[in-house]
Each structure stands twice: as C-alpha cells, then as structure tokens.
C-alpha cells in the first residue's frame, strides 16, 4: 500500500529546544511535527499489521495506486482538499478529524483529513485502530470530535506508583524509583536523565495520542518546587518538545507558598506578601508563568493541591479557596494559562463526615452573587478538580455531589488510572465499567426554578452540555512507569486506553472498549476476545464484592492494598473502623438524616433515594445506612448472608478469571501468558485474604454465622 502525505513542513517550529536529543541507541525517533508522526505512524502501522511494505510518497499528483491512504489537512495536501473540503470539516473542530473512502480514476483510496495537523494525527490512529481490530474499512465515512476539551494525565511522579522498577509508591527526583520521566533535581545528570530523551517517553506519547490525551501535568500534587527551578524548566521544555507532535501539553503541580522557596532568591517573597490580592504575589505568579512560557510557548498552567493533607493554601493567610485560584489565576490569565485547582479537601474542623467538607468549603463560592451582576466568584480560567467520588478513588463510590451544585464553576472530573485502592501492579481489575458508571450517573441537576435540566448526567455536567461551560476538562491519575510494558501489570494498559476513549467520547461503551483493546492487545479471535473481555467486564464487580462490597467505604491497610477492617490510625478519617462502625446492631455509615446527611448535599431526587434504607441502591448501602444485620435484601436474604455472599461470590470470580486465562494458553505468547497467570495467582489468594479477614472480623459484631451456601470460607 502507497501513504501519501503531502508539504511536511520540515520547518514547523515544533521546538524549542536546541540541542533536543535521545538517548544512544534508541529506537524511537524524534519527529518534527504531527503530520510527520501521522506519516510514520501509517507507515509502521500498515507494515507491520499488513505484513507488507509500505511506499510513502509526498505528492498526490500523477496516478494514485488503488489502496492508497492520503493523510493531511485541506492546507497541506491538495487531495486532501479536493476530497474532504473545508465545509466538510467544519463541524469537527480543532482536534476532529474526517475518515473517507473515495475513488479516483479506478483507485480506492482512503483519505483521513483534520483541519489540523494533530486532528489528521488522531484520524489516522482511529484508522489503524479499525484494521488492526479487523472492522471494514471500504466504506468509511467516519466524522468524530472529542466531547471534552482537555484530555488531561496527572502523573504522581513520586506516589502510588505500581509500574517500574522499584516502584515502592515513595521516591522522588532523580531516582528510578519507577517514575516515567527522570528528571535531574541537581548534580550532574547520569546521562540519561532530561534533557535527554528516552525511547519510553516517545512510546507514551504515541499511546496518549492514540487515544487522543492531549495534556500532562507532569509531577505529583503533593508539589516539589524543584519543578519551577531553571534547572528543571530547561528539562521540561525538552519533554515538552517531544512530545509537542503527539499534542500533548505540559502542566506543573505547585505548591501554593513556592514563592517563599529559597531556591527561588533573590526573587522570594515572605509569607506576609502571599496575600492572593497583592501585587507582590501576583507579580511573582506572573514572572514564574513567563520565565516557564519562554521556553514553553503553549504550556498549559498550574495543578494546584491546597489546604488538603498537609499542604500550604490560602486558608493559611486568611483566605478561602475562591481568593487562593482567582489569585493565582488572574496572574496567568494574560499568558493564556488555566489553573486547575483540586478539591480534595477534608477538613476535620468543617463538618463530622469527611464526605461532605468539599462541599461545604467550595459550594457557597460558586453562590456568591458578583459586582458585575454575575453569579459564582471562580475565575473562567480556572477549573475545580473533584475526584469522581466524595471519599477518595474507591471501587465504588456514590458520584461526587458536587457534580451538578457547581453551574457557575468549570469543573473538571478527576479519575484514577493507577489502581491505588484496585489492586495496584497485582489485581486485574478493568476499571472502565466504573467510570461508565460514574459518568453516566443522573445527577437529577435542576436550574434554578427547580425544574430538572435535560442534559445532566455527570458526564454532561463534565463535557459543559448541562450547565453550558464552553472549557472542559477530564483528568485521570496516570498509571505510567518505566516498565517495559509501562503499566506494569499487562491488563492495566486497559485502563489507559479505557480512560483515553472514555475522555475523547465518554458515551462510548466500556465493553465496546474493552473489545478494542482485546483484539488490539491480545488476539482477533473471537473466542480469544469473548473470554478475556468478559473476565475484564466483571473483574471491577468482583473486586468491590472481595474488598467492599454493599457500599462500605475503605478498608484498606495503610499501603492501601490489602485489608485491615478492625484499624484505627492516627486520625479518624483514614482508620477504617470510622467507615464500617461495626457494631452490634449492624453496619455502615449513616449518611441519611438521621446520621451526617451527606444525602442532603445531592439533589432532591437523590437525597429521597440515598436517604431512605428502602430506595438506595444496594450497592451504596452502607455508604449511606448503618444496616441491621437482619435487615431484608433484594435477594431475599438478611444482610448478614448476602454480604458473606458477596465476598465470596468475589473470590469465586477471580478464580473463575485464573481459570479462564489458564484455558487461553495455546492462543497467547508465552512470555505474556505466564507474566498474567503469576498475577492471577497473587490475586486469587489475595482475594481469598481480603474475603476471610473481612467477613471473621464483622462476624465477631454480627454473632451470626457463616452461612453455609456463602461456600467454602476458609
Ligand atoms: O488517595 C490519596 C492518596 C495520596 C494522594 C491524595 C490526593 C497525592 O493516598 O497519595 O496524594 O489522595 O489525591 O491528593
């Protein structure tokens, strides 16, 4: 097959960088521009799943052979514009693109256009996709955009990593403590760290852009300042170049009083110049973003973690939330930059339930009437950043109840990637059916006569449909690593290529996902495919059920893996004897009114819901009801049997999982094969723990016994 791409400008100004450079003897390569990644891409992707060689030509003048595929934009390539004009791509926006089939004289041809270089890059990913999962492609007419605007990693450089070597979830620079990108800190680099670019980060780059991620705050929110040194800007301005091609833009989590950091002299501030209204502080915001601009023209802001867990904020100099992200936002707006400033906020001060303090410290900014005749005091180019959930990353969670309180506030979604509470480098967990769940969500939002809105699941209030926001962002905390396979455990390159699809079109079914990635990662067999894409539907389900199951929040140890229902810590909030209160009468946390009414900060619809023992969904339970062990389920069954059921029925599936991949060996290689069987192995048991030590210790509260169809508990 012959790929066309037209006027590569081997001028673009991709760079900023002069002496870019990769490691000695790479074997990726550093491309100038997107169309030249497009290019190389079909090249690659073509020969290899064709098995043939591919000709790449740069004119689509002369005769076109039959099969060829024409890449580009209506600028760059004539043919481009002759088959896909302008008005055709009108609707599709920046980063869309247009997959056609047309015939010139007796060719086929396909043609993948965007109205820009990135949009002509992410066509023809989406093009590879379909030949390498065997759909048709003689008939295309294929028009897609992305339904949110920023596609956004947070990569926790130094915590919850489970995917590198020595990837201990504590580390920091310059370690290889499992991280993606090594960054010098100070001292002379060994050779490998930034500027110098690893074959690994362009490997990412391609996997992001494969599935249209197009932003990376690139260090931990518990922030090191070191990453707002010159030192340190210069090697993010190098990663920023290379991966600039694949569209993806940097961001820096900072720490709110870095203007204070020595490191900074002779420009510091004390800490009576953080007042988010002075000069001084703004200034010093201003000065950082255009040092970081200079070398990093389309940099995209700050990912700001403040007053949570330990951090400095603007609550530690008189201010509120509100004050902190409009001060530091006003200092970057004119540089174009977005701050995206977490929620995750749990103050014991604020109220009993720690589920309900974000609310309570954001929800009455976005109230707050304004000079200009406006509502809601948040800066536009500021985004609040909630994680999915009210507690923290669980398996499962009710959707955050800020999801729909906050119309005047961009808000973006936070999801976890890396599977810090879902079985980190060892379960296999396909965490797609979760967010499905939480994106797909009715969040029963009205406006402000009460009247429901129509668009209003979460996933309309993140892609700004319900509540009319026209900037859009969905985070997800990257599971990357320096593993060879990146993720660590093969399965969770799942729920990178899950939380890219999902992010580009969060409509998109996660089974539908997971086939893609099936056929694109292991096999197109169809029973191949059936059988590992049924074990990844029902692996999520499955965990909840061994770990949590019925609602009941974090019980987890401290490393957050396994399970430890009977501890308390030093504070309240982390011991997961706060979540499950245990006692006599039952279990749960009473979250309806009788207890913290947390179901009162959701709206109507779903406060009636949640509140009432009769009306919540089973599976929040005890997320919102202390429950009597005798209490009535569903199934016909007393609580008490139906939650040993439930942890059993958890073990049962990951058993049937080690079985179900043990029957694939002869359609799997070896090396991959055995690689997951050792995982399903550790899981299996681990779950088996997670089961014993769970349903021993509520049974000594319960006084019941373990009833004999909950199987074989050992
Ligand atoms: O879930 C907790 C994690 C911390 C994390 C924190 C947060 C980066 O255990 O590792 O800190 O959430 O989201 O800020």
């Known amino acids: 097959s012959t790929v066309i791409v037209e006027n590569v400008d081997e001028n ?16 990726e390569k550093l491309v100038e521009s997107s169309l ?55 609707s599709v926006g920046d980063e869309g693109y247009v997959v056609r089939s047309v015939s010139k004289g007796r060719s086929n041809v396909t043609v993948i256009a965007g109205n820009t270089e990135l949009g002509a890059l992410y066509g023809t990913f989406a093009f590879l996709r379909l030949i390498q999962t065997q759909r048709p492609v003689q008939n295309l007419n294929i028009s897609e955009s992305p339904k949110i605007k920023r596609r956004v990693l947070n990569n926790w450089d130094t915590e919850r990593l489970y995917a590198g070597n020595n990837a201990t979830g504590t580390g920091g620079l310059n370690g290889e403590n499992g991280q993606i990108f090594d960054f010098a800190a100070t001292g002379a680099s060994a050779g490998r760290n930034l ?147 977490r929620t995750f906020v749990y103050n014991a001060e604020v109220d009993n339930d720690r589920l309900k303090r974000a609310y309570l410290e954001f929800g009455y900014i976005d109230d707050e009437p304004q000079p200009d005749g406006t509502t809601g005091r948040i800066a536009d180019n500021v985004f609040l950043q909630t994680k999915n959930g009210p507690l923290d990353f669980q398996a499962r969670e009710p959707f955050h109840p800020m999801f729909g309180r906050m119309e005047n506030t961009n ?30 969500s009715d969040t029963y939002a009205t406006d402000t006569d009460g009247k429901l809105l129509k668009n209003r699941l979460v ?30 455990h093969h399965f969770s390159q799942a729920n990178l290529f899950a939380f890219g699809r999902q992010a580009w079109d969060w409509t998109l079914k996660s089974e539908d996902i997971a086939k893609d990635w099936t056929r694109m990662t292991w096999s197109n067999d169809g029973h191949v495919v059936s059988t590992i ?63 913290s009414n947390l179901a009162a900060q959701y709206f109507p619809t779903l406060e009636r819901q949640y509140g009432n023992i009769d009306t919540v969904p089973e599976n929040l339970m005890m997320w919102f009801h202390h429950v009597p062990w005798d209490h009535t389920m569903k199934s016909g069954r007393t609580f008490w049997d139906e939650l040993v059921y439930r942890y059993q029925m958890g073990v049962q599936y990951v058993t049937w999982m080690r079985e179900a991949w043990d029957s694939l060996q002869p359609h799997i290689d070896a090396r991959r094969f055995g690689e997951v069987r050792a995982k399903l192995a550790t899981h299996e048991v681990d779950a088996g723990t997670w089961r014993d030590t769970s349903v021993n210790y509520w049974k000594e509260f319960s006084g019941r016994d373990i009833p004999v169809d909950g199987g074989p508990l050992s």
Do not use: C
């Open 411 to 440: 808000q973006a979604i936070e999801l976890q990637i890396t599977q810090e509470y879902t079985g980190q480098n060892k379960m296999l967990t396909y965490l797609a059916p979760m967010w499905e769940e939480v994106l797909k």
């Open 459 to 488: 996933g309309n209030i993140v892609d700004g449909t319900a509540q009319h926001h026209p900037d859009t962002a969905i985070v997800g905390v990257a599971n990357l690593g320096n593993a060879e396979n990146l993720t660590g």
């Open 533 to 595: 894409v049924k074990m990844m539907m029902g692996s999520r389900e499955a965990l909840v059920s061994y770990q949590t199951p019925l609602g009941i929040g974090h019980q987890f140890t401290g490393n957050h893996y396994g399970p430890n229902p009977a501890e308390w810590t030093t504070r309240d909030d982390w011991s997961p004897v706060y979540y499950n209160k245990a006692d006599s009468a039952g279990l749960g946390f009473d979250r309806s009114p009788t207890g």
């Open 195 to 341: 500027p110098v670019i690893l074959d690994r980060y362009i490997v990412a780059a391609r996997a992001m852009a494969s599935v249209g991620v197009n932003g990376i705050t690139i260090n931990n929110v518990n922030a090191d300042n070191a990453y707002l040194t010159t030192r340190n800007i210069a090697q993010e301005a190098a990663l920023a170049d290379a991966l600039r091609p694949y569209g993806i833009k940097l961001a820096v989590s900072i720490r709110y009083t870095a203007p204070t950091d020595s490191r900074f002299a002779p420009d510091t501030l004390t800490n009576s110049q953080l007042d988010p209204y002075s000069p001084a502080f703004r200034g010093w915001w201003t000065r950082k973003a255009q040092q970081i601009q200079a070398s990093i023209p389309d940099f995209m802001g700050f990912t700001v973690k403040a007053n949570s867990e330990g951090q400095p904020g603007p609550q530690d100099f008189g201010y509120d939330h509100g004050d902190g992200a409009n001060g530091i936002a006003a200092a970057v707006a004119p540089l174009g930059m977005t701050i995206f400033w």
């Open 12 to 27: 673009k100004v991709y760079r900023h960088t002069a002496d870019l450079s990769m490691e000695p003897g790479s074997t």
């Open 36 to 90: 030249e990644a497009a290019r190389d891409e079909l090249e690659r992707g073509l020969g290899t799943l064709l098995d043939q060689p591919v000709t790449v030509r740069a004119t689509s003048g002369g005769d076109i052979p039959d099969g060829s595929v024409i890449v580009g934009t209506p600028d760059s390539s004539p043919a481009v514009a002759q088959f896909v004009p302008a008005g055709d791509l009108a």
